[in-house]
């Protein structure tokens, strides 16, 4: 289907009624040469996919143990040198062939042994690559704190830092301009090169990072739906649904978020604040030159609302005030007397906002069940201190609310379909899906996928509702 990296033949054989299934293992090396095929030797298994875990994909196997090559030993076919490339086969009935998907690249992480009379199995427990940077499986760093500083580019620190762990297949997106560390990043002793690539990823809200089914890493920004194409309709889902549950999470509905982040300590203080055209005039009588990376204070009473506006200390130079080195900041229209901040950044002002920045979102869709101004009306979340306290500008607040207004409305509103195994099934991709007691198609976005190998497995798909601002579904 459209948007899927899947043959026309895969998909044709998930219709059939009848599924004759194979799995086989590939095992590789840590330099990602084959070594050994194994065919016909599993009995049973599952794969999770979780969109909402770093570990993106786990899996379990059991195999039929015909000879001493399976012992858990070093040289032997399990060990911890190996990886593992699980292959997912359905026979076409047309043609004969068997189309096989690939299920994911793994180390392993518990072999367990059975013998008995009826039994000779070896269970495996299967992580995807993150494991490999967690200290599961390798991840630790020497003893000693890690320091990113300010300024440092975050793309560019991923890739350095998933380098640490001998990964050079990646594709890491440019983090929202100005792309850069906004403040130093300090990690103790015994970190994680997860941990660090954790910190690099919670600078911004709304992004992830995961292995793919090839071992390549990513990092980018989490899908939303918005403008993303529908890549699975009615069409596979008629033939493959077996049953459905809907589930809407009251206690965790929110619609409004606050979040109150950073209190700056500004260094310098206006005594005088005049706004003359498009230029904001501070007078601070001990400040002589701009110090980079130095906060400046200053009040305005009954603020209008200024967009694209400039400012200068004293009769020092006139610079732009920027939310990221490029974006004009837009300082919001407030009554009464409002203490504002902003840093000294070389060649322009940043924009920090309030003294302690503050960001705000609501859920402002008609088409929203969880809309503001419907028969819900507003049920406000106030979140500080903490993590939140990372947020540095108002900016960052409003983005990591409206982050937190998405946990706090469209993952609340759920539906579980119990399906016939489809083993290319995406995450976090949108699909159009009518539910059983409607008559026309909703929105979804896949959050999570469980299924068995076995014949008589199924699999459970676990989505959350999306509600774009048009409604009709294209």
Same mark, same amino acid.
């Not at 209190?263 to 005039?281: L, M, R």
């Given at each position: ?23 086989? @293992? ?80 793994? @180390?392993?992480?518990? #072999? ?26 390798? /991840?630790?760093?020497? /003893? ?21 762990? /001998? ?8 983090? #929202?301009?100005? /792309?850069?560390?906004p403040v130093d990043l300090e990690f103790s002793q015994g970190v994680t090169v997860y941990d660090l690539l954790a910190g690099l990823r919670d600078i911004y809200p709304f992004y992830e990072m995961f292995f793919d ?15 993303? #194409? ?10 493959i649904v077996v049953s459905e549950s809907i589930d809407v999470d009251f206690q965790n509905v929110k619609n409004a978020i606050e979040v109150y982040g950073r209190t700056h300590d500004p260094a310098h203080f206006s ?12 007078? @601070? ?147 159009? $899906? ?9 929105? $979804? ?22 509600? #774009? ?6």
């Amino acid at each position: 289907m459209a948007g899927l990296n899947i043959t026309n033949e895969q998909f044709q054989t998930t219709l059939q009624s009848i599924q004759n299934r194979y799995i086989k @293992i590939e095992l590789l090396n840590y330099q990602y040469q084959t070594v050994d095929m194994l065919e016909g030797v599993a009995t049973e298994g599952n794969i999770t996919i979780d969109a909402n875990s770093d570990i993106r994909r786990t899996a379990g196997i059991s195999l039929v143990v015909n000879d001493s090559s399976f012992n858990v030993q070093s040289g032997g076919k399990i060990w911890l040198d190996r990886f593992v490339r699980l292959w997912v086969g359905t026979e076409s009935i047309k043609t004969g062939e068997i189309e096989w998907t690939n299920c994911g690249l793994y @180390i392993i992480d518990a #072999p367990s042994y059975q013998y008995d009379a009826v039994t000779n199995t070896l269970s495996l427990s299967l992580l995807d690559l993150m494991a490999k940077m967690t200290g599961i499986r390798n /991840g630790y760093l020497p /003893g000693l704190p890690v320091i990113y500083k300010a300024g440092e580019n975050i793309r560019q620190a991923i890739i350095d830092t998933i380098a640490l762990a /001998g990964f050079t297949k990646y594709i890491v997106d440019d983090a #929202p301009s100005p /792309g850069t560390i906004p403040v130093d990043l300090e990690f103790s002793q015994g970190v994680t090169v997860y941990d660090l690539l954790a910190g690099l990823r919670d600078i911004y809200p709304f992004y992830e990072m995961f292995f793919d089914v090839d071992g390549t890493f990513y990092y980018k920004q989490i899908p939303t739906g918005k403008d993303d #194409p529908v890549v699975i309709d009615d069409t596979l889902w008629k033939n493959i649904v077996v049953s459905e549950s809907i589930d809407v999470d009251f206690q965790n509905v929110k619609n409004a978020i606050e979040v109150y982040g950073r209190t700056h300590d500004p260094a310098h203080f206006s005594t005088e604040t005049i706004v003359t055209g498009n230029i904001i005039n501070l007078t @601070i009588a001990d400040v002589t030159e701009y110090s980079e990376g130095m906060i400046y204070g200053f009040t305005l009473t009954d603020n209008p609302g200024y967009t694209g506006m400039s400012l200068k200390i004293n009769n020092l130079a006139t610079l732009p005030i920027l939310i990221d080195g490029i974006t004009p900041a837009e300082i919001v229209a407030e009554s009464g007397e409002i203490y504002y901040c902003v840093v000294y950044k070389g060649t322009y002002w940043n924009w920090l906002g309030h003294l302690q920045a503050y960001g705000y979102a609501e859920d402002d869709n008609p088409d929203s069940p969880f809309y503001v101004n419907g028969t819900v009306g507003k049920i406000l979340l106030p979140l500080f201190d903490g993590d939140y306290a990372n947020c540095l500008s108002d900016s960052l607040c409003f983005q990591r609310a409206q982050y937190e207004l998405w946990l706090h409305t469209n993952m609340n509103n759920t539906i579980d379909l119990s399906c016939v195994p489809v083993f290319w099934m995406p995450v976090n991709a949108v699909v159009s $899906y009518t539910p059983q007691r409607e008559t026309k198609p909703n929105l $979804y976005i896949i959050k999570s996928v469980n299924l068995g190998l076995s014949p008589a497995n199924t699999m459970t798909i676990n989505m959350i509702q999306f509600y #774009p601002t048009e409604t009709d579904i294209v």
